[in-house]
């Protein structure tokens, strides 16, 4: 089993930013691929962005590019997503995911592990 925390979320001002932390504990491996989604209130969770067990391929939804960076550092067992210029449509409570596997996936039926998830509230 994996379990995953995350943490780093708040309330922050339009414009602003914030860096969302993942740690992995249990059965931790190197060859998981890690994913963030959203889910804002009354809408269906939907994907954000995802890194390849290598940190070689990313992939990210068209809301998230060019303002949002994912990362991972293995050593300290944790993903990260970095958020800058930060909107109201993406007050959310964000989420991260787990798969085992070689490339990213958008697709959130494809993880098997997923974290509580952290409230991102945007004030206009």
């Known amino acids: 089993q994996v379990q995953l925390l995350e943490s780093g979320g708040g309330l922050v001002q339009a414009g602003g930013s914030l860096r969302l932390s993942c740690t992995i504990s249990g059965r931790t491996s190197s060859n998981y691929q890690m994913g963030w989604f959203r889910q804002a209130p009354g809408k269906e969770r939907e994907f954000v962005a995802a890194?390849?067990?290598?940190?070689?391929?990313?992939v990210y939804a068209d809301s998230a590019k060019g303002r949002f960076t994912i990362s991972r550092d293995d050593a300290k067992n944790t993903v990260y997503l970095y958020m800058l210029t930060l909107r109201p449509e993406d007050t959310a409570v964000y989420f991260c995911?787990?798969?085992?596997?070689?490339?990213?996936?958008?697709?959130?039926?494809?993880?098997?592990?997923w974290g509580q998830g952290t409230q991102v509230t945007v004030s206009s």
């Open positions: 890194v390849s067990w290598n940190s070689h391929h990313t």
């Open positions: 995911a787990a798969r085992p596997g070689w490339m990213p996936s958008t697709d959130e039926k494809e993880y098997d592990f």
